[in-house]
């Protein structure tokens, strides 16, 4: 099991990503749009069925009533949409913030290890200054290391302004002053996604995803209108309008298919690269225990300036380094889900895929 996630060394909020959930759900704009789009919707409606109800009988034969009864039709649709449109809105912020949450941790362990990296390298720095002054190795060689310190020095604070630009993404997301610096405490614990077959999937994404029924829904507006003459709309309009919508219901259909096949693939590649890191982080565990053995026991030092030498400090970087992979992989995996879960209709956030705080836990 790993380690619980290292978080920023900044005091702040703590922020799981149950909480980071809450917030969105709480502030943002798009959600309080599609309530105020359903109740809006639900207006319309109303007043198309009172026009309808009180149209005279006389005139039910009329361009007039087809007029006023395709327009009820097309709230009734429309109220209908909207209030999908609703649990979509939700939906979308859900994946949001998973996908925002995710790369703010991914971001701050890339931070994490580049910096114990750094560390690593400048202990090195020192330790080949004095054998330098001793002329145990040469001004080429020690040249280099100081290239290499450089290096991971401008690596580290490409590292830091990417961990603070996803946490200005996430601040954003979720309705946050500019001076709020969460710190962030859940961990990515996914290590599969069971799904379907494929082809059911694709299925269930034909009629799930919000661009494609989107996309049904003005389909059907146009649908409702052919049996019905309707003031100023001639028979050739509502034709291409009606041919127009089935081709982007069709194209969003197409849209829809490809990505779900796309993620489908990806996510069994990361499920396959998580088992491979596992073993890798399982492996550097255990070098890095007989490393600290031998250390003890005076057999290796704890830096050593000979390429490819045994030392103390190299398994634990490579250890960090095997956490850090297999870390990112479960946060690109929860990603992929939510990007996937979204396409298909299904649960994108579960408790189960990610570490729960005990201030979290406390709560419940």
Same mark, same amino acid.
């Given at each position: ?30 959600? $309080? ?69 995710? +790369? ?14 750094? /560390? ?5 720095? $020192? ?26 020095? +401008? ?5 830091? &302004? ?48 919000? *661009? ?6 003005? &389909?059907?507006? +146009? ?60 492996? *550097? ?49 929860? /990603? ?29």
């Amino acid at each position: 099991m790993l380690p619980t996630i290292a978080v920023a060394e900044e005091y702040g909020e703590a922020l799981s990503i149950q909480a980071a959930l809450d917030l969105a759900y709480k502030n943002n704009p798009n959600l $309080r749009l599609a309530e105020l789009n359903v109740k809006k919707s639900q207006l319309l409606r109303d007043d198309a069925f009172e026009a309808l109800e009180y149209f005279p009988t006389a005139g039910l034969v009329t361009n007039a009533f087809d007029q006023v009864f395709n327009a009820y039709q097309q709230t009734e649709i429309g109220l209908a949409t909207a209030k999908r449109a609703e649990q979509s809105a939700q939906d979308q912020i859900t994946k949001e913030v998973i996908e925002t949450y995710s +790369e703010a941790v991914k971001n701050y362990n890339n931070l994490n290890y580049l910096e114990m990296n750094l /560390k690593h390298t400048k202990n090195l720095q $020192r330790v080949s200054s004095v054998a330098h002054t001793a002329g145990s190795i040469s001004s080429y060689e020690f040249d280099n290391i100081i290239v290499g310190t450089g290096q991971l020095e +401008e690596s580290v604070r490409a590292a830091q &302004l990417n961990y603070e630009s996803s946490i200005a993404a996430l601040r954003s997301l979720l309705g946050q002053h500019p001076n709020w610096a969460p710190v962030l405490t859940s961990e990515a614990l996914i290590t599969d996604y069971e799904r379907g077959d494929l082809s059911a999937e694709i299925l269930k994404g034909s009629s799930e995803s919000a *661009a494609v029924w989107s996309q049904k829904a003005l &389909l059907d507006i +146009e649908k409702s209108k052919e049996n019905w003459v309707l003031l100023g709309v001639s028979s050739e309009m509502k034709d291409i309008n009606l041919k127009t919508a089935e081709q982007n219901y069709a194209d969003a259909q197409r849209t829809s298919r490809v990505l779900i096949e796309q993620l489908y693939y990806g996510i069994d590649a990361v499920e396959g690269q998580i088992k491979i890191a596992e073993m890798a982080y399982k492996k *550097a565990v255990k070098d890095e225990e007989i490393a600290r053995l031998k250390y003890d026991l005076g057999i290796i030092p704890k830096l050593s300036l000979i390429p490819g030498a045994e030392s103390l400090d190299s398994p634990l970087l490579a250890t960090d380094k095997a956490k850090t992979d297999l870390s990112n992989l479960k946060l690109q995996l929860a /990603k992929l889900k939510a990007q996937y879960a979204f396409l298909t209709g299904a649960k994108a956030f579960s408790t189960t895929d990610w570490s729960t705080p005990v201030t979290d836990e406390l709560k419940q």
